[in-house]
């Protein structure tokens, strides 16, 4: 199956590609940085290491807003680094500011065997998503749709169903609550009652 072919406003060089399977989408470019082709990344997260341990980086067209390209490109990368309070990025193909122009609004995927691995109980929020979560005495309390950082914790926001309506329940992911992560069981143990 080919590729979609890229509009020719990208900067010749960047080629078609598949999406890999594992792909994870972590960012989007936001605008071209400075006069030599580096460009501006929001990375989805507060902690973008996915960002810097990847050098190739798959981008599609952002979801909404001007389209430069269609399909899926690979961009590689030859440096990502934080700058201030964001992270700036220049690529092989990407030599001047009309090149890192054509790029904004990217969304930004990496292959997940690509993300550095976590230390002992750390865990990357895309892991945690999905997983279902029972208590100690195993009452199932739902399942994680999404993480919330509020500062000092991240919070679970877990799904379930009450009276055919879908309900939410947060639970702080700290150690004080969280017994065990099981990423190959897709279970998350919790010290929490269903009417907390």
Known sequence: MAAPRPAAQLPSGVEPAELPADAIEIGRIADAWGIKGWFKVLPHSASPEALFSSKRWYLQPSEKGAKTFSGTVLLRVKEAKEHSDTVVATAHEVDDRNAAEALRGARIFVPRSSFPTASTDEYYWVDLIGLDVVNREGVAL????????????????????????????????????VDTVDLPGKRITVDWQPDY
């Open 142 to 177: 739902g399942q994680v749709r999404e993480l919330l950082s509020t500062g000092p914790q991240t919070v679970l926001v877990l799904e379930y169903f009450e009276d055919s309506k879908v309900q939410e329940r947060m639970i702080p992911f700290v150690s004080a609550y």
